[in-house]
């Protein structure tokens, strides 16, 4: 008996560890660590910023395991900005192609790409359609194109020369004229000599102006495009890379849903999965003006404080109906009950839990545990008495037949299970290898569940009409 107690107390202190490792990472401080691995795109964050949001990404190391040439290798960053809401610009994983190479191609995607330079320890970055007002910076930057045109050299206007070389065309006829008529002739050849240059100047100045304007719109086109590049030292210590760099959303015409994903284009060339190795560890911090929280979900701690107080008014209410009505209840209702006090404790901690998200930028670890244990509770209640429901227990009948047993031994496991997917989705980086497995599993084991709980209802209305059939031809 005593080695039981003990192995069933260390289980239960595994189980706290667990929820206490998963909930330090629910945050919107995310710290990812990645060691070997090898895919061409690694998604790091989702965010919905409002103006004057910020993010601020730390890549304190990378480390690339290959024997390749660096000068055939393209890694970076992008972030992009979805056209609608909750859909990224390239949903589409396109397994041979980089979003990099469009960095020396024109896009009207809302787009910036930070482009790794390993040869010249050198980071470009492009700003592509309406992220070109972002605010980006970096540490020590290289160099910084000007943001606005230099101003050409002014040039002699046509409109003063012609002021001044008629004056003297007008001094020369005009002072002291001649009373015989072939001096009045000599001057009047020599005003029309000296118009004929006036032309002749006034032409000339008049294809310098077209052709220093079109210079302008020249050089104005190069400043325009050139702007939008910048360049960004690239941080080496033996074979580690580090870079860091901080984003600004100035309006609200740049706010919006941005996806921060890292590239490593090598890989995505068909045949080369897996030829370059990479470390890396990357801290990034996602925030809006008044919280932590993305901008769809700020209104989640009101809406789930509000839900929890909404459930918990509906499991009194039908905790006193079942009293008023005692002779006619059914163990079943009171399972209902009991199911609808703990959906108002689940949400309660959900919302506590957002709350502390969205002021502190992390979840506090007693409650995140506290909501994970009740969220597990709820699910596994809540199929528990779908199933209960469908095989008519309790008001047709009293004992489960082998058939429900079986369901039962299916759906609870795996609801478990979905349940544990979906708390390992709630707090594990998106950036990790093990996210998208778990979500693909949480959705298969969801939709397996919510198959299986349909046997017993179609069970229970086959044996009923049977039953009824059987009364009919009995009468």
């Known amino acids: 008996a005593g080695g039981r107690r003990q192995q069933q107390r260390r289980l239960l202190n595994t189980c706290f560890l667990w929820f206490v490792g998963l909930s330090g990472a629910a945050a919107r401080l995310h710290h990812l660590t990645l060691k070997g691995d090898t895919r061409s795109k690694v998604h790091l964050n989702t965010f919905g910023f409002y103006a004057n949001g910020t993010l601020e990404v730390n890549l304190t190391s990378l480390v690339l395991k290959t024997d390749i040439d660096f000068k055939k290798i393209t890694i970076g960053f992008s972030l992009s900005k979805s056209k609608t809401d909750g859909v990224s610009t390239y949903t589409v994983d396109e397994s041979d192609t980089c979003v990099l190479e469009k960095y020396n191609k024109s896009t009207r995607e809302s787009l910036t790409l930070f482009k790794f330079d390993l040869n010249t320890n050198q980071v470009s970055v492009k700003k592509f359609g309406e992220q070109r007002q972002l605010l980006i910076d970096g540490t020590d930057k290289v160099r910084d194109v000007p943001s606005q045109t230099e101003s050409a050299k002014p040039v002699i206007g046509a409109d003063k020369q012609k002021n001044k070389l008629p004056a003297k065309s007008q001094n020369g006829t005009a002072g002291n004229p001649s009373k015989t008529p072939e001096k009045s002739r000599r001057k009047r050849e020599q005003s029309s000599i000296e118009s004929n240059k006036t032309d002749s100047q006034s032409n000339t100045v008049k294809k310098q102006i077209g052709s220093n304007d079109q210079v302008k719109a020249k050089q104005g086109k190069k400043t325009e495009d050139a702007k939008m590049e910048t360049f960004y030292p690239l941080g080496k210590m033996n074979d580690s890379y580090n870079f860091n760099f901080f984003v ?61 107080g909404f459930f918990f008014t509906a499991a009194v209410y039908w905790v006193y109906l079942l009293l008023k009505y005692r002779f006619s209840v059914f163990k079943i209702h009171w399972l209902m009950a009991s199911l609808a006090f703990t959906k108002t404790v689940s949400i309660l901690f959900h919302a506590i839990n957002y709350h502390f998200i969205a002021v502190r930028g992390y979840a506090i670890e007693g409650w995140a545990v506290m909501y994970y244990i009740t969220h597990l509770l709820k699910g596994a209640l809540l199929f528990i008495t779908l199933a209960l429901i469908g095989t008519g227990w309790a008001f047709v009948k009293y004992i489960l037949s082998d058939k429900d047993k079986k369901i039962f031994m299916i759906v609870i496991p795996l609801q478990v299970l979905a349940n544990t997917a979906y708390i390992i989705i709630e707090s594990t980086e998106e950036g990790t290898s093990d996210y998208a497995l778990w979500k693909e599993t949480l959705f298969l084991v969801d939709l397996i569940c919510c198959g299986a709980i349909l046997f017993p209802v179609v069970w229970s209305i086959r044996h009923l009409q049977e039953a009824s059939s059987t009364d009919g031809k009995g009468q």
């Open 248 to 308: 600004k959303v100035m309006s609200t015409k740049e706010q919006g849903l941005y996806t921060l994903s890292f590239h490593n284009c090598y890989n995505a060339a068909p045949g080369k999965q897996g030829a370059v190795v990479f470390d890396m560890k990357i801290d990034i911090r996602a925030r809006n003006p008044k919280n932590f929280l993305s901008a769809g979900e700020m209104p989640l701690p009101l809406l789930y404080m509000v839900m929890s």
